[in-house]
């Protein structure tokens, strides 16, 4: 059996054995889930130390048949595109289990969602089959809405969990039209991802196919992503979601879309992706700078948290947009920089929720005088944030902006202003107002995270930017192989363009 099978497996296993678990037993509840998680967290970083850059093929493989006449099974495997983000997401899950102990009420529940959201989207990256690629991400993202409207915060809550529900239902929706549209229009009588891209090799779609499905994946899986202008779902979301769900969501599920594009748009649809890339590059300027401005405008610093998250689905968005390697490459890369930043700044916003019991940044300051732990954390988070070298997000951002420099120059010069100069000016005002300045008088009493279990999740996460920033070759040399074959097939030979027209005379005349 598959070692990823184990990776996903343990905390799906977990939240079906804490089922049988009495809900008063909140020590043993809590003991098998963050277990669970540790466990998986630890299979993956071996699963990422064996991995072997450039094999041919797939890596620790295992395919079961299923439903033998639509072409479903269960076939999970990792290559450069999805090993990164299997290890980011089992370490995000475990820091969320080690952080939820602010969780009072409810717990036995909350930590079987927690555990199905780990498992479901650790899963889907995991997965090479469409239908349970799709269906584990749904598995994953059904306890997002209830997380939210039962253990979230703020007065705004049920009207966050109204609309998160709206936004992602109806890109999921989206997306799953564009698959089964795909599965439909391929000819290939499967939903296995690597015989349908060997069939569009040999058997293209026809463009005015692309032209119909391509959209629907773009948009569905943009508004997973909160590609502007369909963001507004995050920031309130995540600002009234419990800290260790919003780690989850924000680190590792909304990842789920960029993963789709790249995994399954790119290099099945390469001249429909030609035709909406240019677009795509202007539209991730919103992300960039529209969004940028907002958070510059936030007072409550999981708000400013949840602008700058989608904010940085913006540079994510450029380097697909460049359709060559390197910035492919710095797309796979800021997504698993991003997971670990964004896990790590909603779990230091908890604790500082939990502490003083406001998030409202004029009521807060001077808090690294007795939180000098947390505070460190955040200084640094904040950093990284904004682009620092020796963060796992610097590298990122600057191969994307080489990647996309040659494509869209002008994109990129308004990009690397709204990153350097609007990120800088909201996270360094900030630090400048949570952390500086005088303590008030009601927080002289603030007890930092003192023990080695309580900073472990920070620490754990800040090691990974710290280490990534440090030898960005441990994730590009794994990335670079298959990110050149997903490149390939997204910029086809004349040749193999002129087929596809062929095969559909009146499609766009563009093409």
């Not at 009588?189 to 069939?199: M, S, V, W």
């Not at 700078?289 to 913006?314: E, F, K, P, T």
Request: proline share 5%; charged share 10%; hydrophobic share 55%.
């Amino acid at each position: 059996m598959s070692i990823l099978t184990y990776i996903f497996g343990w905390p799906l296993v977990a939240a079906l054995a804490l089922v049988f678990v009495p809900g008063n037993y909140r020590v043993v509840v809590r003991a098998v889930a963050v277990l669970a998680t540790l466990i998986s967290a630890a299979l993956a970083v071996k699963m990422f130390c064996q991995f072997v850059p450039g094999a041919n093929g797939y890596q620790f493989e295992q395919q079961i048949p299923w439903v033998d006449s639509l072409g479903i099974s269960y076939h999970v495997g990792v290559d450069g595109l999805n090993v990164g983000l299997i290890l980011m997401g089992a370490i995000v899950a475990f820091a969320a289990a080690c952080c939820s102990w602010e969780i009072q009420t409810r717990e036995k529940e909350f930590y079987i969602l927690l555990l199905l959201m780990s498992g479901g989207i650790l899963g889907a990256f995991a997965s090479l089959d469409l239908f349970f690629f799709y269906f584990l991400h749904e598995l994953a993202l059904v306890p997002t809405f209830i997380m939210i409207g039962v253990w979230g915060r703020g007065e705004r809550r049920n009207y966050a969990t109204f609309q998160i529900t709206i936004y992602l239902s109806i890109g999921a929706l989206l997306a799953l039209i564009g698959l089964i549209a795909l599965y439909l229009q391929s000819g290939a009588n499967t939903f296995d991802i690597p015989a349908l891209i060997e069939h569009a090799k040999t058997n293209p779609m026809t463009v005015h196919a692309q032209n119909f499905i391509f959209p629907l994946l773009l948009f569905g899986f943009g508004i997973l992503v909160s590609l502007w202008p369909f963001h507004s779902w995050a920031p309130l979301g995540y600002g009234s979601a419990p800290s260790p769900t919003a780690m989850i969501h924000a680190g590792i599920l909304k990842k789920f879309g960029l993963y789709g594009l790249i995994r399954i748009a790119l290099p099945l649809m390469p001249q429909a992706a030609h035709h909406w890339m240019n677009f795509v590059a202007w539209l991730c300027l919103g992300n960039i700078l529209y969004v940028g401005w907002v958070a510059m405008r936030q007072r409550d610093l999981n708000l400013l948290i949840g602008n700058s998250s989608v904010a940085h689905m913006g540079f994510i968005f450029l380097g697909i947009a460049s359709l060559n390697l390197i910035g492919v490459t710095g797309a796979v890369f800021i997504m698993v920089a991003h997971g670990f930043l964004a896990a790590l700044t909603f779990a230091l916003s908890g604790y500082i929720y939990q502490k003083t019991g406001t998030l409202q940044m004029s009521e807060l300051g001077g808090l690294c005088r007795k939180l000098r732990f947390i505070g460190t954390a955040l200084l640094m988070a904040a950093m990284a944030g904004c682009g620092l070298p020796g963060f796992a997000n610097f590298v990122g951002e600057v191969t994307v902006f080489f990647g996309a420099w040659k494509e869209f120059p002008v994109v990129v010069v308004l990009a690397v202003w709204g990153g350097l100069v609007i990120g800088g000016i909201y996270m360094t005002r900030a630090v400048r107002t949570i952390l500086h300045g005088p303590l008030p008088a009601k927080f002289s009493n603030l007890a930092d995270a003192t023990n080695s279990w309580r900073r472990l999740p920070y620490a754990l996460l800040l090691a990974a930017l710290f280490v990534f920033g440090c030898f960005p070759r441990l994730l590009t040399s794994q990335i670079e192989p298959d990110a050149g074959k997903i490149v390939s097939m997204a910029n086809p030979l004349p040749s193999m363009t002129a087929l596809s027209e062929a095969q559909n005379p009146k499609s766009d005349t563009r093409n």
